[in-house]
Structures are given as structure tokens and as C-alpha cells.
């Protein structure tokens, strides 16, 4: 049975930092497609960044230069770091997962197979 654990959320000021995890169980954590999204209140599940079974990232235009994902297979793990915070990232921060090429639909929610709980991420001004 799969599973996505996340955590390292809180509150945190403008311009400071995050480091956000995600441990995952039940599969062959190196060769999924692993992502993370966020939904704000009141808006849809966006796409953040992504990691394909060979490491290569891929990040929205608005966490670019900011946000880095990467993944340690050894640990099953999935960090996201999050520098330089805006009010504007403030969210539920999902991890998530899919058998199938990152190079397709990779940026579309409806395209992941599994989930995890998510983990809030404040931002104050």
C-alpha cells in the first residue's frame, strides 16, 4: 500500500525559510514520478515542482529560483527546500506520486495516482 507522509510546515516571515519532507512506503520510490502541489484557500491545487526517476527537476515559474526539489532514494524521502517565502505561498503543501513519465501531464494534479495528507505553510508579510 502506498503511502506519503509530509511534514516540516509552520509559520514562518517574508523571506524566510522552509524545508518541507516527504517520507513514502509501499513502492519502488525511485522509479515513480514524485511532485508537489499546493492549494491556497479558495483556489484550485496548483503545481509546485517535480523529479523525474532520474532526478530531473522541473518548478512552476512562480518558485523559480526560490524552491528546490530533490529526492533521496536511499531514504525514500522527498525534500522540498523553500527559500525567500512570499505571503503568496501560503498553502497546504501536497506531496504526490505517479507510475507513468514525469514528461506527461507532469504539471496536472488529476494526473497523480497517490497522495499525501498535506502540511501548512504560512507566510506572514
Known amino acids: 500500500q502506498v503511502q506519503l507522509v509530509e511534514s516540516g510546515g509552520g509559520s514562518v516571515q517574508a523571506g524566510g525559510s522552509l524545508r518541507l519532507s516527504c517520507v513514502a512506503s509501499?513502492?519502488?520510490?525511485?522509479?515513480?514520478?514524485m511532485a508537489w502541489f499546493r492549494q491556497a484557500p479558495g483556489k484550485k491545487r496548483e503545481f509546485v515542482a517535480r523529479i523525474d526517476s532520474g532526478g530531473e527537476a522541473n518548478y512552476a515559474d512562480s518558485v523559480k529560483g526560490r524552491f528546490t526539489i530533490s529526492k533521496d532514494n536511499a531514504k525514500n524521502t522527498l525534500p522540498l527546500q523553500m527559500n525567500s517565502l512570499i505571503p503568496e505561498d501560503t498553502a497546504i503543501y501536497y506531496c504526490?506520486?505517479?507510475?507513468?513519465?514525469?514528461?506527461?501531464?507532469?504539471?496536472?494534479?488529476?494526473?497523480?495516482?497517490?497522495w499525501g495528507q498535506g502540511t501548512q505553510v504560512t507566510v506572514s508579510p
Open positions: 504526490a506520486a505517479r507510475k507513468s513519465l514525469c514528461t506527461i501531464n507532469g504539471a496536472f494534479a488529476a494526473a497523480y495516482n497517490y
Open positions: 509501499g513502492y519502488t520510490f525511485s522509479s515513480y514520478c
